[in-house]
C-alpha cells in the first residue's frame, strides 16, 4: 500500500526556530500511529505540517500523494485536524458550525445532524452557542465535524484531553472505525499505554528529529 | 469562488447579527465621532454644515477599522484563523465574502450617519443618488483595503496597532475623493462629483482585484 505520509528529511521552521530538524517518516495508507516524545519533540508541528499549516522549509514531504513544497491546499479537503483548540465559531451553535464546516468542504450537510448524535449532541445541545459549552463539549463538537467530514487523514493532537469517560470511550471507538475503513491516523499523546492501545505502531520524536525508540522505555 | 463568497459573508453576519458587536459598539463609536467633531467646532451649523461631508468620511473610515478588526478577530478566537486555512474554500471567496460582510455593515452604518450628519449638523442631504453611489463605491473600496490589511495584521502580535498604520494612508485617497464627491451633491452639483466618482470605483475596482489575487498568499504567510 502507498504511504499516506511520506516524509524525507523535512525541516520546518517558525522564523529562525527549527520546529521540525529533518524529520525522515513513512506512514502508511490505513496505519494509526502514535507519536510519541517529550514536550517541545515537534509532535504538533509534526501534525501541522502534515496538514499544510506549516510550510515545508526544505527536504522533501508528501501527503496523500500531495506535494507539500506545491500542493498544500489541495491536501486539505481530505485532513482533518483536532488539536489543542477547537477550530469552532464561539458565536455559532453546534449545528451550525458543522453545517458551515462541511458546506466549507463542498459536502452535504445531510451528514450533520447524524455526526452530532453520535457524539451526544443532538437535541438541546445542537441549538446552543459552541461558546456556552463546556470544553468537553467542544471537543466533542470537533470531534463531529471530524466525523461528519470523514476525511482520509486524521491528525488528533491529545484527542483525550477534556473528555468525559463516556467521550474517550467513543473517541477509541471512532478512531478503530477509521482504521476498519482504511483512514490513516496520526495520533499524538502523552497517555502513551491507551494511545499504544489503539495503534499500529508508535513513531518515537525528538529535538525535532524521528528517533529510535529510547532504550530507558524498551 | 461565489459560494464560498457568500458562505463566509452569511457567517460573518450572522456572528455579528448574535453577537451585535457592530450594533453595540462600533455604532455609538461613529456616533460619538460625530458628536465630538460637534463639540469641538461649535454649535454654528454654518460652520458644520459646510464641514459634514468630511466629517462624515472620517467617522465612517474610523468605523471601517474596528469593523475590519472585529472580521478577524471571529478568526483568531479558538483558532478558528487555522480552521479558515484548514477549510476547503477558495480564499479568493473567503476575502469577497469577508469585505462583502463589512460592506453590508459600514452601509447599514452610514445611512445611521447620514442621518445624524443631518440632524447634527443641519446638512442637507440634496442629490441621493449620487450620495448613495458614493457610498456603496467607496465602501467597496475601503473594505476591500481593511480586509486586504487584517489579512497581513492578523497573523501578528502586534494586530491592533499596525493595522491603522497600514490601512489608513492607503484609505487616504478614499476619504479625499468620497468627501470630494460628497461635497458637491450637498451644495447641489451633483454632478460635479461624477469625476471623485469615478476615481473611487477605479480604486475599488483595483483593491478588490488586489483581494482576490493576493488573499491566498496573505492568508498563509502572515
Given amino acids: ?218 | 469562488m461565489l459560494r464560498d463568497a457568500w458562505l463566509v459573508a452569511g457567517k460573518d453576519l450572522r456572528i455579528e447579527a448574535r453577537s451585535r458587536v457592530a450594533l453595540n459598539q462600533v455604532v455609538p463609536f461613529a456616533a460619538a465621532v460625530i458628536l465630538l467633531f460637534g463639540l469641538a467646532l461649535g454649535p454654528d451649523r454654518s460652520v458644520l454644515a459646510p464641514a459634514s461631508a468630511g466629517l462624515f468620511w472620517i467617522a465612517v473610515l474610523l468605523s471601517c477599522l474596528l469593523a475590519t478588526q472585529r472580521s478577524f478577530a471571529v478568526e483568531s478566537a479558538d483558532g478558528a484563523r487555522d480552521g479558515l486555512r484548514l477549510s476547503g474554500l477558495d480564499p479568493a471567496g473567503i476575502f469577497l465574502g469577508k469585505a462583502g460582510a463589512v460592506v453590508a455593515e459600514l452601509l447599514v452604518l452610514e445611512a445611521l450617519l447620514a442621518l445624524g450628519v443631518a440632524v447634527l449638523y443641519g446638512a442637507h442631504l440634496t442629490g441621493g443618488l449620487v450620495l448613495a453611489a458614493v457610498c456603496v463605491t467607496a465602501t467597496v473600496g475601503l473594505a476591500a483595503v481593511g480586509i486586504i490589511y487584517g489579512a497581513v495584521a492578523s497573523g501578528l502580535r502586534v494586530k491592533e496597532t499596525l493595522l491603522p498604520l497600514l490601512f489608513l494612508p492607503v484609505a487616504a485617497p478614499v476619504l479625499l475623493a468620497a468627501t470630494k464627491a460628497w461635497d458637491e451633491a450637498l451644495a447641489g452639483t451633483p454632478s460635479g462629483g461624477l469625476g471623485w466618482l469615478s476615481l473611487l470605483a477605479v480604486f475599488a475596482v483595483v483593491y478588490v482585484t488586489i483581494g482576490i489575487v493576493a488573499f491566498g498568499p496573505l492568508l498563509e504567510e502572515s
Fill in chain 1, 1 to 218: 500500500m502507498a504511504p499516506a505520509v511520506r516524509l524525507r528529511e523535512a525541516v520546518a521552521l517558525a522564523g529562525r526556530f527549527p520546529l521540525l530538524a529533518g524529520v525522515s517518516l513513512e506512514i502508511d495508507e490505513g496505519e494509526v500511529a502514535h507519536v510519541r516524545g517529550p514536550n517541545g519533540a515537534g509532535k504538533t508541528s509534526l501534525l501541522r505540517l502534515c496538514c499544510g499549516l506549516v510550510p515545508l522549509h526544505s527536504g522533501e514531504a508528501s501527503v496523500l500523494g500531495h506535494d507539500l513544497a506545491i500542493d498544500r491546499r489541495a491536501l486539505r479537503k481530505h485532513v482533518g485536524m483536532l488539536g489543542h483548540q477547537s477550530l469552532l465559531y464561539e458565536e455559532l451553535t453546534v449545528e451550525e458550525n458543522l453545517r458551515y464546516a462541511l458546506r466549507s468542504f463542498g459536502l452535504e450537510i445531510e451528514q450533520a445532524g447524524p455526526a452530532a448524535a453520535r457524539l451526544g449532541l443532538a437535541g438541546r445541545v445542537s441549538a446552543t452557542p459552541v461558546g456556552r459549552l463546556s470544553a468537553g463539549q467542544r471537543r466533542r463538537t470537533a470531534l463531529a465535524v471530524l466525523v461528519a467530514r470523514d476525511p482520509r487523514l486524521w491528525l488528533l493532537d491529545e484527542p483525550h484531553a477534556g473528555l468525559d469517560q463516556e467521550g474517550r470511550e467513543l473517541l477509541d471507538e471512532l478512531i478503530a472505525e477509521s482504521r476498519a475503513k482504511g483512514r490513516t491516523v496520526l495520533l499524538c499523546s502523552h497517555e502513551h499505554e491507551h494511545a499504544a492501545a489503539l495503534s499500529d505502531r508508535t513513531v518515537w520524536l525528538a529535538g525535532g528529529q524521528v528517533v529510535e525508540e529510547p532504550a530507558s522505555v524498551a
